[in-house]
Nanobody, 124 residues
Framework: QAQLVESGGGLVQTGGSLRLSCAAS????????MGWFRQSPGKEREFVTAIAWNGGSTYYADSVKGRFTISRDNAKNTVYLQMNSLKSEDTAVYYC?????????????????WGQGTQVTVSS
């Protein structure tokens, strides 16, 4: 069945960079909106960024705009998250998600498929 698997998380110093990957299997998500969310201990899951796979439009939370870049490779059924100028507040578990809606927005309730998450830790 359909599955999303994140990878690329790890430990990085403040100001450093990291690239996350989300590999999909079991079905094609070329017509799905793909998104990244994150969650820190004691906090609610928050929207980070999303990309419309059939349209190419991208959306970013204000907190990451200018630092993070989402991209896609439909031939590989994979979505990426390039994170630059990382800050301590970026520390979280990052989740990849897919929504069947063409215009999904930032609400996690609109996303039907979720990966298990990958830990990103930013330290000084």
């Amino acid at each position: 069945q359909a599955q999303l698997v994140e990878s690329g998380g790890g430990l990085v110093q403040t100001g450093g960079s990291l690239r996350l990957s989300c590999a999909a299997s079991g079905r094609t998500f070329s017509s799905y909106t793909m998104g990244w969310f994150r969650q820190s201990p004691g906090k609610e899951r928050e929207f980070v960024t999303a990309i419309a796979w059939n349209g190419g439009s991208t959306y970013y939370a204000d907190s990451v705009k200018g630092r993070f870049t989402i991209s896609r490779d439909n031939a590989k059924n994979t979505v990426y998250l390039q994170m630059n100028s990382l800050k301590s507040e970026d520390t979280a578990v990052y989740y990849c998600a897919a929504s069947p809606f063409v215009v999904a927005g930032r609400a996690p309730q609109s996303y039907n498929y979720w990966g298990q998450g990958t830990q990103v830790t930013v330290s000084s």
